[in-house]
């Protein structure tokens, strides 16, 4: 089967995020970036799917052109081929990012039989980008998924619910958005990826389709907390004193 993992460029999970002057971006100059969680899985989940050597796993994203980076990261992953729907870098958006996604796959000769997405981003976290592809390419899906088998041509996919799970069967090809947990992401190793620096990457210009829905404002940051850090002593000395707050949480 042939499998497509679509993935996001965002920030560095924990990073501290630092606005330009006109609170309209993120100042990156000094920030890393990576994939977000649940797409890691999305990209693992295609690998095992299609290690067998019966089809292919295929990494996408829509991004900036130094969005490759993270392209490269799931042909360490062991992806098969990797593919960049090359913009400006300015903000999509979920409508505009879904029928870019959905025109490019509807433009290939050979289809996917399952399309794997993260359940949402970790920047945005807006949890579309999946279920507006799978409406513009008129496939079902299923969202949340935390446990994924194929059996046959039915895709058998488990939505944790509270006291059990709810099992959602559908026919290929289908979208699923999935969650970390679904999987262990494999370790791409450094020599992984010095190998995939050296595979092609195939780009593409997706056009801009719609104007954006909403109208954005400005950014604003969360505000930070401060810690505090109280010293109760020095070695032995300070034993009470850790005796005392042990006591005061109950913990003792």
């Known amino acids: 089967m042939d499998v497509l993992a679509c993935l996001k460029r965002v920030p560095d999970t924990g990073a501290k995020i630092v606005l330009t002057d006109d609170q309209q971006s993120i100042d990156t100059a000094h920030l890393g970036f990576t994939m977000s969680p649940h797409e890691e899985c999305a990209v693992e989940e295609a690998v095992q799917l299609t290690e067998d050597g019966d089809g292919e796993a295929t990494a996408l994203t829509l991004g900036p052109e130094d969005a490759a980076e993270q392209v490269r990261t799931a042909l360490a992953m062991q992806a098969d081929e990797g593919v960049v729907l090359e913009t400006d870098g300015s903000e999509w958006g979920a409508r505009n ?10 433009a290939r000769e050979e289809g996917f039989d399952l399309l794997l997405f993260g359940n949402e981003s970790a920047d945005s976290s807006n949890y579309q980008v999946g ?13 949340g998924i935390k446990d994924l088998e194929v059996e046959d041509d039915t895709v ?3 939505r944790e619910v509270a006291g059990g799970s709810e099992v959602y069967e559908l026919p290929q090809p289908a979208v699923v958005t999935v969650k970390e947990g679904l999987n262990t992401p494999r370790y791409a190793s450094m020599r992984a990826r010095m190998q995939a620096r050296k595979q092609s990457v195939e780009t593409a210009t997706p056009e801009r389709t719609s104007e954006p829905g909403l109208e954005k404002i400005r950014l604003e940051a969360p505000e930070e907390e401060e810690g505090r850090a109280e010293i109760l002593g020095d070695g032995p000395d300070a034993v009470p004193a850790v005796m005392d707050v042990l006591e005061e949480l109950e913990v003792l």
């Open 131 to 143: 279920v507006r592809v799978a409406e513009a390419l008129g496939l079902p899906s299923v969202t």
């Open 156 to 158: 058998v996919a488990k």
């Open 97 to 106: 990012t879904a029928q870019a996604i959905a025109d490019w796959v509807d």
